[in-house]
């Protein structure tokens, strides 16, 4: 058990829809990342919030958003769902460390299973 | 695009055998991380490598960071039945951003 914690495990919608996945952080861990993993692919790198603020995008399609609350939980929120927004999603946390620095090792979750038909 | 590749993309091997996987980029690393996702589960952290030509072991399992800052090697010794999964390794960019690439993975399966 990695501390990190998302729901729900899994979630099924229809194109068009709105969905929001929710991440919880290790306790104490300042950095929350998302990624998309589709099926038989790598880990494709989303977005990352450190403290509650955007830190760094990836490859996130405009439909997409997300924020980290005071609280330092995230969510990610998926909007006019396509049949290719099928995959895992995976929310992962770190300690967050002064910008710069080389070490920040991440910690994922047991990911979101999305399906959209 | 920036990419890291693994080699092998899959590989099946005999109970107890000893396993070598690789990782190349086209840039230089200074954090190389090695994780294991089981199916249907998050990818898990094997082994952090810090500095270049660091050798670090996690009981069965040794990474080592590539002198050039280019690569990576993992390797697993006497394999049993549960180290089935695939394996990534990862890094960060080296522009100040914490934004992790992913290799392309290894499928390990064992045959007991």
């Avoid at chain 1, 990342?33 to 450190?50: R, V």
Wanted: hydrophobic share 35%; charged share 15%; glycine share 10%.
């Amino acid at each position: 058990d990695s501390g990190v914690t998302q729901t729900p495990k899994h979630l099924i919608t229809a194109t068009g829809q709105r969905v929001t996945l929710r991440c919880s952080p290790r306790s104490g861990d300042l950095s929350v990342y998302w990624y998309q993993q589709s099926l038989d692919q790598g880990l494709q790198f989303l977005i990352q919030y450190y403290n509650g603020e955007e830190r760094a995008k990836g490859n996130i399609l405009e439909r997409f958003s997300a924020q980290q609350f005071p609280d330092l939980h995230s969510e990610l929120n998926l909007s006019s769902l396509e049949l290719g927004d099928s995959a895992l999603y995976f929310c992962a946390s770190s300690p967050g460390v002064q910008w710069g620095a080389s070490t920040d090792t991440q910690y994922f979750g047991p990911g979101t299973r999305l399906t959209v038909l | 695009g920036q990419q890291l590749n693994q080699s092998p993309q899959s590989m099946f091997i005999q109970e107890g055998e000893d396993v070598s996987m690789n990782c190349t980029s086209s840039s230089i690393f200074n954090t190389w991380l090695w994780y294991k996702q089981d199916p249907g589960e998050g990818p898990v952290l094997l082994i952090a490598l810090y500095k270049a030509g660091e050798l670090t072991s996690n009981g069965r399992l040794t990474a080592q960071f590539g002198i050039t800052r280019k690569d990576s090697f993992l390797n697993i010794s006497a394999s049993i039945p549960s180290d089935v999964g695939i394996y990534f390794c990862a890094g960060p960019l080296t522009s100040g951003t914490y934004k992790y690439i992913f290799g392309t993975g290894t499928r390990l399966k064992v045959l007991a």
